[in-house]
């Protein structure tokens, strides 16, 4: 990334990114402003080798405070690519079991992804909707969750079919590309885009619709970069239904008091990302009696979940994920609803060996099963 | 008041322009002056409607932390000082309610409820636009959290917590210790009905309360009444322990002694406005410095990237305010607010000279909010046909920092660019002068018949 020559005579060095940067919190010699500056005095070679570019969680707290706008998570991206080619590498997290199903994907290979969805619900091979599913259904491959890690995309293709929509969901759709996208492997996340934009143009569709935020946010805003403008619409399954449901005739039972409180965790790629706040919000809303009991830090302001891309999950990571269940707990809520699959992997397993008891809930299941 | 007392100066408060023709040398502007329901002409300014106006309304000046009546004056010191009543609120003008209170004690009878606006035409020969300025609404910056967190609040607030004459008479309150306040009288209502319907018990059973209850406990008194006696001991004791709790805590509540100044709140900023509004340093110093003077025990911080203190002294006055108020300048530009348990601010930025994020608990964070052109210079630039800039002020050339894109058409003070006070004056001096000159070197001058 080339900071433009506004920003460069404008930045003030007033800290906001390393004040607004939870790591930098915990790690105190972890400065987002000081690469910047760094890289500005042409001291790039120190930013390139160094470790701490890998600790970045790319969560936008401080590009969007920046009064100059400098994307740090985007400088981030670019540095990291140069990182990779001089063999300075992230610690990839559960042995890079994700980023060899990702290499495989690369490769022509047969899947099977359609399996689950059969025993689900409608679907079909062309029209007009796209049901881009993503990895959340293939994380029981690595992380033990039970048997849950499929409850996401079933919920969204049985709301869906409710909405009278059969959509497409193929063989053929591959990894979205977002992980290697952020760990500055560029190549690997070309060749996944030109299979996946092949996949989408085979169906027909006109419009490619996500449950999984970072998918959504990678093609609303990487894919067009790299491959320019799309040839169908991207679109967010939360805003869809926000726009839906409501006149749908879907009735929705009474919260019960079990389940009468609930807290939000705004996805990173979903809320600063995408600006998505409201229509998650508006679902929820959707359930008669159900109370949503606001974090301190919400929206704008809200947390990750401590780590990104499947890499550099550290005591960093557990003490971030820690601090956020303990906001939520306080917020009196039993579930902490998220509308991210990582998201909940991570504030999931960030309970084991603690003390900390929270329902972490998917948004489509939690909607789905209070309807009527 | 030399303007209010001016023989050469008329002087049309409460008005808009609703039309400018003509040009240099003889324009007709063409005035509204809105209806006040009170004839100016006749009113002394005495203040005796508001006194009796039944009608509290939020008082704009206070910026909603006071309370005024239906019949007002916007401030005490205002030209004219005549009152005004605002019909949204005046239960005249409201269907279906009677009241009158204010023509009755009116005196000097200058209430009219008749009253109509007027239209006027003003010949001119140049025309000054003084329309000011507006301040930057803090909520656009989320992390903030002003409008979420009560006790942060803007400069201008403040400001009206340090004066005598504001919603606290000079002292500095935290907005959530003042409602605490406010809520007590509430409170002892609730307790002194409960006591009541105690009384009623007591009279009906001729036993006291305190004697009743032991006995009801020990199951000697038995049936539906003695159970809604007893339902209203517990309630009333209830109540009777809250607002004693309440009145402990509002005794010892003291003022906000741990004050924190955030600077360039929505300045030098390219997601709102890029430049510097020049006079926040400024204007937080000084309310450090007074602050400290109301209370010795006040630690105030101010916190931004430099402190622009430009204007002769201005570096003594910033100096002063360091080594006798003792504020303590912060290096940095504030990431963001959380709230502590107590309603406690607690303000997040990295200290970039030792270069660690750091968290600073205080009482109370004032915002020194941007100066944004005011809504009144957009619409009288449509009106008129004025250039703006970039920012929304009216456009001028460095060298004729004066002279809009009209000739005879000038401009002073913050509608042209933000400035402090003694430069918003000079400007208005130049700008008058201005006008005169134009005016008496084209020969057009018209004198007014």
Known sequence: ?372 | MDVGRHPNIRLLAYSEVEKVEGELGDFKVTVRKKARYVDESKCTGCGACAEKCPTAISDEYNLGLANAKAIYRYFAQGIPSTYTINTNFCRNFQAGKKCGVCAKVCQAGAIDYKQQDQVLEVEAGAVILATGYELFDARRIPEYGYGRLPNVVTALEFERFLSASGPTHGHVYRPTDLALKESLPELEKSRQKAFKALEKFEKQFEKTSDEFYPLYEAGELKGEDYEKWAEQVRAFRDLDGEVQARKEKVASLESAHRLAFIQCVGSRDIRFNRYCSGFCCMHAIKEAIIAREHDPQAQVYIIGMDIRAVGKGFEEYRNRGAKESHIEYVRSRVAEITEDKDHSPVIWYEDTKERVVKSLPVDLVILSTACEPSPATRILADIIGLEVNDFGFYATDPSQPLDTSRPGIFVCGCAQSPMDIPESVAQASSAAARAAQVLSGSGTLRLAS
């Open chain 1, 1 to 372: 990334m080339k900071l433009s020559k506004e920003q460069i005579d404008y930045c003030m060095e007033c800290g906001v990114c390393t004040g607004s940067c939870p790591i930098s919190r915990l790690i105190p010699t972890f400065s987002p402003r000081q690469m910047i500056k760094r890289a500005l005095m042409d001291l790039d070679e120190t930013v390139v080798k160094g470790r701490e570019l890998w600790a970045c969680l790319t969560c936008a707290r401080c590009s969007t405070r920046c009064p100059v706008q400098i994307d740090f998570p985007e400088f981030a991206r670019i540095y990291r690519g140069r990182a990779r080619k001089e063999g300075n590498l992230p610690q990839l997290s559960h042995h890079g079991t994700l980023q060899a199903v990702t290499a495989l994907q690369t490769r022509p290979v047969r899947q099977n992804r359609t399996e689950w969805a059969r025993e689900t619900g409608k679907f079909a091979s062309t029209g007009d909707y796209f049901f881009f599913v993503g990895c959340a259904p293939f994380f029981d491959a690595a992380i033990k969750f039970g048997d849950t890690s499929m409850d996401t995309v079933k919920s969204v293709l049985k709301l869906v079919n409710r909405m009278g929509i059969e959509p497409v969901i193929s063989d053929d759709e591959c990894c979205c590309g977002h992980d290697a996208l952020w760990s500055g492997d560029e190549a690997t996340f070309r060749k996944l885009v030109r299979k996946n934009l092949d996949a989408i143009s085979g169906s027909g569709a006109k419009t490619v619709f996500f449950s999984c935020p970072e998918g959504y946010a990678t093609f609303k805003h990487h894919v067009p970069q790299y491959f320019g403008e799309l040839p169908f619409e991207v679109l967010h399954i939360t805003e869809f239904l926000a726009r839906e449901l409501p006149g749908s005739g879907v009735k929705f039972a009474p919260a019960s008091n079990g389940d009468g409180v609930v807290t939000y965790q705004d996805p990173c790629r979903l809320g600063r990302k995408a600006g998505i706040y409201e229509p998650p919000r508006d679902l929820l809303k959707l359930v008669p009696g159900l109370q949503i009991e606001e974090m301190g830090l919400n929206r704008e302001n809200a947390v990750c979940c401590g780590t990104s891309a499947w890499m550099e999950c550290s005591n960093c990571s557990k003490t971030m994920q820690t601090e956020r269940l303990l906001e939520a707990l306080e917020t009196g809520a039993k579930t902490l609803i998220t509308a991210c699959p990582k998201c909940r992997i991570h504030l999931t397993c960030a309970q084991s060996n603690t003390d900390l008891h929270m329902d972490v809930a998917d948004l489509y299941t939690f909607i789905l099963n209070r309807i009527e």
